[in-house]
C-alpha cells in the first residue's frame, strides 16, 4: 500500500512539474481539480518539490524557478494570488481623486488596480498615461467619456507592458501627479526589481515625471529575485501591500521607507 502511495505521489508531481513547464505558474485549487486530489495533497507535492528546489511555492499555488529571473506571461500572472491583488488595488483606488492625471504601469497588480479605478466615482475626469497594453484596452472598452488614456507604445514585454526608448521618451514629455506601479521582486534593503532591464528604464522614466510614486504589490514579493532595479526604497514614498508579509520584513521595510501600508486579507 505504501508503494503505491509513493508511485501516485510521484506521478502527480511529475504531472505537476510538466503543467509547470507549460505554464510557468500553477493554483493549488486549479491542481486539486485537474488531478483529482485535495488541496492539502497538493500543498503537501508543491512543499515536497520545493524541498527539492524543483520550484518556488507561493501564496496559492507555485512558480518554477527558471522563471525567478525572467517574467511570466501576463496570463500566467493574471492567475496567481487574486484575493490579494484584488485587496490591494481597492486601497490603493484611494489615492486617485477626481481629475488627477496618474500613470499606471505593467503588470497584473496594476491592471486589477486599474479595474476597481474605472468602476469607482474616483475616476471621473481623469487622466490615465500607461504603458500597460490590458490597462489601455479596458480603459477603451469601458467607453468613457470621463476618462482618457495616453498610451506611451514601444517594444511588447511578455507581461504586455511596452518598454524602451520609445516609450521613454513619450513618457519623458509628460507629468503626473502619481504613478502606480508593480514590482517583480523587493529586496531588502536594496530596493524594487523587474526581471526585464527595458521595462525597469521604464518605469524609472515614470518614476521621474511623478510627483508620486506608489507601489502596490503583494508580500510574496519579498521572497522573489530579479535582476533590474527600477527604485529604491528612499524614491518611492508608500508602499501598498497585505497583512502576509512576514513580521521581519515589515520591520525591515518601514526602517526604509515612510508609508507602508498593509491592507488585511483573509487566507
Known amino acids: 500500500m505504501c508503494d503505491n502511495v509513493r508511485v501516485i505521489s510521484s506521478q502527480r508531481q511529475h504531472l505537476i512539474l510538466s ?22 495533497t497538493i500543498r503537501r507535492d508543491i512543499a515536497d518539490l520545493a524541498d527539492k528546489g524543483l520550484l518556488k511555492r507561493v501564496h496559492g499555488g507555485a512558480i518554477s524557478t527558471s522563471t525567478l529571473l525572467s517574467e511570466p506571461l501576463f496570463s500566467v500572472k ?37 479595474q476597481h479605478l474605472l468602476e469607482s466615482q474616483r475616476c471621473e475626469g481623469i487622466t490615465i498615461l500607461t504603458n500597460s497594453m490590458p490597462v489601455a484596452e479596458l480603459v477603451q472598452a469601458i467607453e468613457s467619456k470621463e476618462v482618457e488614456v495616453i498610451v506611451t507604445g514601444g517594444v511588447i514585454t511578455r507581461s504586455n507592458a511596452l518598454v524602451g ?13 502619481t504613478v502606480f506601479l508593480g514590482t517583480h521582486s523587493v529586496s531588502l534593503p536594496r530596493g524594487f526589481l523587474m526581471p526585464n532591464s527595458l521595462e525597469a528604464a521604464t518605469d524609472m522614466a515614470m518614476m521621474d515625471i511623478a510627483d508620486r510614486t506608489i507601489v502596490i504589490t ?19 514614498d508608500t508602499v501598498i501591500t497585505d497583512s502576509g508579509l512576514a513580521p ?6 518601514r526602517k526604509l521607507i515612510d508609508n507602508l501600508v498593509l491592507v488585511d486579507v483573509d487566507q
Open 19 to 40: 503543467r509547470l513547464r507549460t505554464r510557468g505558474a500553477v493554483r493549488i485549487t486549479a491542481l486539486s481539480q485537474e488531478l483529482g486530489v485535495s488541496a492539502m
Open 78 to 114: 493574471s492567475q496567481m494570488d487574486m484575493g490579494l491583488k484584488d485587496a490591494i488595488a481597492r486601497a490603493a483606488v484611494d489615492y486617485v481623486s477626481p481629475g488627477d492625471v496618474i500613470a499606471i504601469g505593467g503588470g497584473t497588480t496594476a491592471y486589477v488596480f486599474a
Open 165 to 177: 526608448p520609445i516609450a521613454d521618451k513619450v513618457v519623458a514629455s509628460l507629468r503626473v501627479n
Open 218 to 236: 503583494d508580500h510574496t514579493k519579498w521572497s522573489s529575485t530579479s535582476l533590474s532595479l527600477f527604485a529604491r526604497f528612499d524614491q518611492v
Open 248 to 253: 521581519h520584513s515589515i520591520e525591515e521595510t
